[in-house]
């Protein structure tokens, strides 16, 4: 039983590829632009080309098909509920029924636009992990940070955010890891999980949750300790000792992902 | 010899397999454990220890090879793998951090519990892991597992575990972390157990607890068995451990030592033995009083 390999989903991939030695700045401002541009658009056309891009991406980022598409695995339910939702509660007038249940209509158009809608949802948490499996937890901490430096005008404590990124990012595979302890121990002791009716299967929890919680705490705690031992102060003047740097490749790569985005959104 | 109660055969485990991070951990580990034995796993960190032990009770699916437990192939097509889990008592490392329950009493009643035994087997159960690990239950039944020491909170979850009754203990690490004391009632603990006539697995650093515990000795080194055999022969093999990271226990060092300094002591392995030898030497030589 392995809880890493079963969640691919926002994984870190470490490899030596034109993606991965992006400016993470580059890769966060085009997933944002790349994001708002897949809301604009209603085209079919246009997601099958985002998809497309998004195969050829990932294969710059050398990154197994396979492997991303396992991390798509969970969002099936829920895809498939956007589908038949939308198709069953669109209806007004002009509308085609394709399939009727008793009082409930499914029309042709529904179906249209939950499949876009599906397909939209399926491509942005794709664009999102392709920025995940080829950006460390600190790069992307890095750019965050700089990317709400100017908000800190108005008040936002950026570095204290950056900070936290950082912290929350860097647990969750220390936390994946000791789920898994906690799960293999329980089971151990001849627990069972995921059996029976809904309440009993979260009363099996609990003896997950509390231990898992406690370990939490304990290594908050330890952080806070360590941070203190070597003085942190939040918002402190420092230098860092990986610098930002704008190169070509992240003009181009911006220039490709503005052209594209405008693309799509001119075509819908 | 009678049938091994635990058999590896050719076990290899890769850990995120079809991933791009896949790392291979068991590379081919084949061994037997008997009933009755005290075996002790070592090997440096990264060996496969702990992978290993978590192949005993089915919690991993070998990649490649075969586990059986009392025979049985825990991954064949019908394969019972929750009754190799009531045989096959694992105690991870830091056992104390997957403690839960409001009281000890409850936290040890988990696993009889989950077994499915009537309550007063249960109670019956917990009263004798409780006694066995030294914790009275009168004293500490009814206390809540984190208002205790880290040593009691370790025998708390090892009641747990033997609370199942299992035919064997396997133990990750038991003693690490502890101070002298706790080490010590470990393996007070350790011993009782297997002289009960339990089977115990232990994976360990601590080469005192293989001298002072274990009959037979497997060292892992990238994931396949480097050396093996019974602990006197091991630990006779000196240049072969050192080679492997690992050290003599400190009887053994002292004694060798010792000898090298022209004192003729017998070679000991547990505290207890060089204490006798050099005191049957220091008799020898006539320098010290018996």
């Known amino acids: 039983m392995e809880i890493r390999s079963a969640v691919p989903l926002g994984q870190y991939v470490p490899r030596d590829s034109a993606l991965h030695r992006l400016d993470p700045r580059t890769k966060i401002l085009a997933v944002t632009v790349m994001s708002v541009a897949l809301f604009l658009t209603g085209s079919f056309a246009g997601l099958g080309a985002v998809a497309l891009a998004l195969v050829a991406l990932l294969a710059v980022g050398r990154i197994p098909l396979g492997f991303a598409t396992r991390g798509l695995r969970p969002l099936a339910m829920l895809l498939a509920l956007t589908v038949v939702l939308n198709s069953f509660f669109t209806g007004g007038e002009g509308t085609t029924p394709v399939v009727t249940l008793g009082p409930l209509v499914a029309t042709a158009e529904g179906l249209r636009a939950g499949a876009l809608a599906a397909g939209r949802l399926l491509l942005l948490v794709t664009l999102a992990s392709l920025l995940t499996f080829t950006t460390s937890s600190v790069e992307l901490a890095d750019g965050i940070a700089w990317l709400v430096r100017p908000l800190r005008r108005v008040g936002v404590p950026g570095h204290e955010l950056a900070m936290m990124t950082t912290i929350a990012l860097r647990f969750v595979p220390t936390l994946l890891e000791e789920t898994e302890r906690i799960l293999k121990a329980q089971l151990a002791r001849g627990a069972e999980f995921g059996q029976g009716p809904l309440l009993r299967r979260a009363h099996a929890l609990v003896p997950v949750i509390v231990p898992l919680l406690l370990s939490a705490f304990r290594r908050s705690e330890e952080l806070a300790l360590a941070m203190e031992a070597r003085c942190y102060t939040a918002g402190a003047p420092r230098t860092r000792m990986r610098e930002l740097r704008w190169r070509p490749a992240d003009a181009v790569a911006g220039a490709l992902v503005v052209a594209g985005a405008v693309l799509l959104v001119r075509f819908r | ?290």
């Open chain 2, 1 to 290: 010899m009678a049938e091994p109660l635990i058999a590896c055969q050719e076990v290899h485990y890769t850990y995120l397999r079809g991933t791009p991070m896949e790392a291979p951990a068991l590379r081919g580990v084949s061994l037997q454990i008997a009933r009755g034995e005290c075996v002790a796993i070592l090997g440096p960190t990264g060996s496969g220890k702990s992978t290993l032990i978590q192949h005993f009770n089915g919690l991993l699916r070998p990649t490649a090879g075969r586990v059986l437990v009392a025979g049985q192939d825990l991954w064949a097509p019908r394969a019972d793998r929750r009754a190799a889990r009531r045989l096959v008592g694992l105690v991870f490392q830091f056992p104390e951090y997957q403690l839960f329950a409001e009281t000890v009493e409850q936290d040890v009643a988990f696993g009889p519990r989950n077994l499915g035994w009537a309550p007063e087997a249960v109670a019956e159960a917990v009263d004798e892991a409780l006694r066995l690990v030294g914790l009275a239950p009168e004293r500490f039944a009814g206390r809540s597992p984190f208002a205790l020491s880290g040593g009691e909170m370790r025998r708390v979850a090892l009641a747990g575990v033997l609370a199942m009754r299992p035919a064997v203990l396997v133990l990750d690490e038991p003693t690490a972390g502890l101070d002298g004391q706790g080490r010590h009632e470990i393996r007070r603990i350790l011993r009782d157990v297997h002289r009960r006539g339990q089977t115990v697995v232990l994976v360990t650093h601590h080469m005192d607890d293989v001298a002072e515990l274990a009959q037979r000795v497997v060292v892992l080194r990238d994931g396949t068995v480097a050396l093996a055999g019974a602990v006197g022969e091991v630990f006779a093999r000196e240049d072969a451990l050192r080679q492997l990271g690992l050290d003599l226990p400190v009887a053994a060092r002292v004694t060798r030592r010792l000898r090298a300094l022209g004192v003729p002591v017998a070679d000991a392995l547990t505290l207890q033995d060089a204490r006798r030898a050099i005191r049957t030497a220091l008799r020898g030589t006539g320098r010290g009083d018996p």
